[in-house]
């Protein structure tokens, strides 16, 4: 059987064809130093040689690992000692694999429960997976995320208990939408000192309270001792390089259409609520 013919040089589009690149790129690798210029054919034409082509292969076997080209450049010289490069690579492939698997729980998360309740942090869902499919309004969903977006997941995940109790107890859930409706009905035309704030405001303690209450008996706020709280308050970090805001900065950010008297009840409920507290 003959052989085709094989050549002893070949032109730039046959080495980037046979190497799966591009001459442009080729021509990237001479001008920074990392591949030397082959020498030229008659018609002034780059022609790369069996040295070339093997340089050439290798730096795209390095460069599709995700090794850096200069990182590259330097490994081709006598006795560098790549090691270190290697390890700050080993990290960030690790580290951008454990985001793509976080993506991925979130995805299959998604698919199985027909919510984005996955899409939050899985402090966050391993505090609410056991309800049945629906138990969850998607209003207790868009009350997490802001929720993990100002305290995080730590506070987002205690803010859900409230939300497993109200799933498993109808007559707090009843509860909690006709003081929501009422506290609603708080709008401009309410002055901030008119006596139904108050009055509003002392109903709301007393609804928080029963449901403080409902969480100690159901026994949620005994898995606050579980090591997997500690470890995450120890070591909880903004992930993806999404920067923290402290809980002060981001309220004053996320906008809510309420009427001076919708705040005003608000902060009148907690200073009753957090009197209750140290009463007890």
Same mark, same amino acid.
Request: one cysteine or more.
């Given at each position: 059987?003959?052989?085709?013919?094989?050549?002893?040089?070949?032109?730039?589009?046959?080495?980037?064809?046979?190497?799966?690149?591009?001459?442009?790129?080729?021509?990237?690798?001479?001008?920074?130093?990392?591949?030397?210029?082959?020498?030229?054919?008659?018609?002034?034409?780059?022609?790369?040689?069996?040295?070339?082509?093997?340089?050439?292969?290798?730096?795209?076997?390095?460069?599709?690992?995700?090794?850096?080209?200069?990182?590259?450049?330097?490994?081709?010289?006598?006795?560098?000692?790549?090691?270190?490069?290697? *390890?700050? =690579?080993? /990290? #960030? &492939?690790?580290?951008? %694999?454990?985001?793509?698997?976080? @993506?991925? !729980?979130?995805?299959?998360?998604?698919?199985?429960?027909?919510?984005?309740?996955?899409?939050?942090?899985?402090?966050?869902?391993?505090?609410?997976?056991?309800?049945?499919?629906?138990?969850?309004?998607?209003?207790?969903?868009?009350?997490?995320?802001?929720?993990?977006?100002?305290?995080?997941?730590?506070?987002?995940?205690?803010?859900?208990?409230?939300?497993?109790?109200?799933?498993?107890?109808?007559?707090?859930?009843?509860?909690?939408?006709?003081?929501?409706?009422?506290?609603?009905?708080?709008?401009?035309?309410?002055?901030?000192?008119?006596?139904?704030?108050?009055?509003?405001?002392?109903?709301?303690?007393?609804?928080?309270?029963?449901?403080?209450?409902?969480?100690?008996? *159901?026994? =949620?706020? /005994? #898995? &606050?001792?579980?090591? %997997?709280?500690?470890?995450?308050? @120890?070591? !909880?970090?903004?992930?993806?390089?999404?920067?923290?805001?402290?809980?002060?900065?981001?309220?004053?950010?996320?906008?809510?259409?309420?009427?001076?008297?919708?705040?005003?009840?608000?902060?009148?409920?907690?200073?009753?609520?957090?009197?209750?507290?140290?009463?007890?």
């Amino acid at each position: 059987m003959r052989l085709p013919e094989i050549p002893r040089r070949v032109k730039i589009g046959d080495a980037a064809a046979f190497a799966g690149t591009t001459p442009r790129a080729i021509r990237h690798y001479h001008a920074i130093g990392l591949l030397p210029e082959p020498e030229r054919g008659a018609d002034d034409r780059r022609r790369y040689g069996y040295d070339d082509m093997i340089r050439l292969l290798w730096i795209r076997k390095m460069a599709d690992v995700g090794i850096a080209l200069e990182d590259i450049r330097t490994s081709f010289e006598p006795c560098t000692d790549i090691e270190q490069s290697l *390890a700050r =690579l080993e /990290e #960030s &492939l690790a580290a951008r %694999a454990a985001v793509i698997e976080r @993506q991925r !729980a979130a995805v299959r998360n998604w698919r199985e429960t027909g919510n984005p309740l996955g899409l939050l942090s899985p402090l966050v869902t391993g505090r609410v997976r056991h309800l049945p499919p629906d138990s969850l309004r998607r209003s207790d969903l868009d009350t997490l995320l802001v929720t993990e977006r100002i305290l995080g997941p730590l506070g987002a995940a205690l803010h859900a208990d409230r939300f497993v109790i109200l799933a498993t107890h109808p007559d707090l859930r009843a509860e909690d939408d006709r003081l929501t409706e009422a506290e609603t009905a708080l709008d401009d035309s309410v002055d901030p000192d008119d006596p139904r704030v108050e009055e509003l405001a002392a109903q709301w303690c007393a609804h928080e309270l029963a449901v403080e209450y409902a969480i100690e008996e *159901a026994g =949620l706020d /005994e #898995s &606050l001792d579980e090591p %997997a709280f500690h470890q995450h308050d @120890q070591t !909880a970090d903004p992930e993806d390089g999404e920067p923290m805001l402290s809980a002060l900065r981001a309220i004053g950010k996320m906008p809510y259409d309420f009427s001076p008297a919708r705040v005003r009840c608000m902060e009148r409920a907690a200073e009753l609520l957090n009197t209750a507290r140290q009463t007890d």
